[in-house]
């Protein structure tokens, strides 16, 4: 699967699994209870213990389903980067840009998203090649940040993670932003192992996320 291939998945579904798990065995629940209300970009942050196979397990059981792309989050450096990326990781996120890692990302392919809250964080990864940026966090700046964004980086693509939620992920999409990043609002009911819960949760996130660009129509 090429980068674009890859990017436009993400970009068609409008919504990121962040998927921070107790143990391996929660985070491929949470993944296939995410998949199976229709989110189809699984972000396996580097926090989880186990991140490596985790990936490399839900890339081969995916290997068939098109629609469905496991990437790797929480990456600090290239050379993590290029692990989860032998492991099968399809899109590399951070929370915080790195040169090294975009070079690496670049050289293979493979769409980098690291976080930036700046105007000045960002160009400097737009001049790295970066495609989508990951606007971290987001509760610090809330959806009405993204249009003071892209009014001097109209041609900017981002995508916000942390504070989105099903009462505001409309007002994320109307101000520009291209997708959005969700984890404890999604995952939370793993706690209880009510995993049918985040299913009908994935199934609301990216219910309005349509909705919301139907709206822009």
């Given at each position: 699967?090429?980068?674009?291939n890859?990017?436009?998945?993400?970009?068609?579904?409008?919504?990121?699994?962040?998927?921070r798990?107790d143990?391996?065995?929660e985070a491929?629940?949470?993944?296939?209870?995410?998949?199976?209300g229709?989110?189809?970009?699984?972000?396996?942050?580097?926090?989880?213990?186990?991140?490596?196979?985790?990936?490399?397990?839900?890339?081969?059981?995916?290997?068939?389903?098109?629609?469905?792309?496991?990437?790797?989050?929480t990456?600090?450096?290239?050379?993590?980067?290029?692990?989860?990326?032998?492991?099968?990781?399809?899109?590399?996120?951070?929370?915080?840009?790195d040169?090294?890692?975009?070079?690496?990302?670049?050289?293979?392919?493979?769409?980098?998203?690291?976080?930036?809250?700046?105007?000045?964080?960002?160009?400097?990864?737009?001049?790295?090649?970066?495609?989508?940026?990951?606007?971290?966090?987001?509760?610090?700046?809330g959806?009405?940040?993204?249009?003071?964004?892209?009014?001097?980086?109209?041609?900017?693509?981002?995508?916000?993670?942390?504070?989105?939620?099903?009462?505001?992920?409309?007002?994320?999409?109307?101000?520009?932003?291209?997708?959005?990043?969700?984890?404890?609002?999604?995952?939370?009911?793993?706690?209880?192992?009510?995993?049918?819960?985040?299913?009908?949760?994935?199934?609301?996130?990216?219910?309005?996320?349509?909705?919301?660009?139907?709206?822009?129509?």
């Open positions: 699967m090429n980068k674009l890859v990017m436009n998945k993400i970009i068609e579904c409008g919504v990121v699994a962040v998927v798990a143990s391996k065995e491929i629940k949470i993944s296939e209870a995410c998949v199976k229709g989110i189809c970009g699984i972000e396996i942050t580097f926090t989880v213990q186990g991140a490596v196979e985790i990936i490399e397990e839900l890339s081969i059981f995916y290997r068939e389903n098109n629609n469905v792309v496991i990437g790797a989050g990456v600090l450096d290239a050379v993590t980067a290029r692990i989860a990326i032998l492991a099968g990781a399809k899109y590399i996120v951070s929370p915080s840009f040169i090294e890692t975009a070079k690496l990302c670049n050289l293979y392919q493979i769409p980098y998203m690291p976080g930036c809250m700046t105007i000045t964080e960002m160009k400097n990864a737009l001049e790295y090649g970066v495609d989508i940026i990951k606007l971290f966090p987001g509760n610090a700046f959806p009405d940040y993204v249009k003071s964004v892209k009014a001097p980086l109209p041609q900017v693509n981002l995508m916000p993670t942390g504070g989105v939620s099903l009462e505001n992920i409309d007002q994320w999409i109307n101000n520009g932003c291209v997708a959005v990043g969700v984890g404890g609002n999604l995952v939370a009911p793993a706690k209880t192992g009510d995993f049918d819960l985040i299913t009908r949760y994935a199934e609301q996130y990216v219910s309005k996320v349509q909705q919301a660009r139907e709206a822009l129509t």
